[in-house]
C-alpha cells in the first residue's frame, strides 16, 4: 500500500515591502501618468498573489496600481503648497497584510 500525503502551505504570513525607507525625491515639473517608483514587497506564504493599495496622505496626487506596485503622478505638483507627502501604503496576500509609509518630498524645477 502506498500513501502519498501533501502538505499545502497556509497563508499564515504577512508580506514584507522590500528596500525601506521608501523615500522618494520628485520635481514638481513632471506630468501626470509619470513613473515614480516601483513599490515592492514579497509573501513568505506560496497562496494567494498581492495587491497594493494607498490608505491615505496622497491628496489625490498619487495612484498606486494594485497589480504591479507601480506609483504614479496622478496630479500635478506645487512645491509652495506642499513640499512632502506621507502616503500610507499597504501590502495584502489577501489574507494577511502589512502598512508602511511612503515619503514623497517634492523639489523645485
Same mark, same amino acid.
Given at each position: 500500500?502506498? +500513501?502519498?500525503?501533501? &502538505? #499545502?502551505?497556509?497563508? /499564515?504570513?504577512?508580506?514584507?515591502?522590500?528596500?525601506?525607507?521608501?523615500?522618494?525625491?520628485?520635481?514638481?515639473?513632471?506630468?501626470a501618468g509619470h513613473l515614480i517608483a516601483t513599490i515592492?514587497?514579497?509573501?513568505?506564504?506560496?497562496?494567494?498573489? +498581492?495587491?497594493?493599495? &494607498? #490608505?491615505?496622505?496622497? /491628496?489625490?496626487?498619487?495612484l498606486l496600481e494594485p497589480e504591479t506596485g507601480k506609483l504614479r503622478l496622478k496630479d500635478a505638483l506645487d512645491r509652495e503648497l506642499k513640499n512632502n507627502y506621507k502616503l500610507r501604503v499597504r501590502v495584502s496576500d489577501g489574507v494577511q497584510h502589512t502598512d508602511t509609509l511612503i515619503i514623497i518630498e517634492v523639489s523645485e524645477n
Open positions: 500500500m502506498y +500513501l502519498k500525503v501533501t &502538505v #499545502l502551505d497556509k497563508n /499564515d504570513s504577512p508580506p514584507v515591502f522590500r528596500d525601506t525607507p521608501l523615500t522618494f525625491n520628485v520635481s514638481e515639473d513632471l506630468n515592492r514587497a514579497s509573501d513568505p506564504d506560496t497562496l494567494g498573489s +498581492l495587491s497594493y493599495s &494607498v #490608505l491615505g496622505g496622497d /491628496d489625490g496626487k498619487f
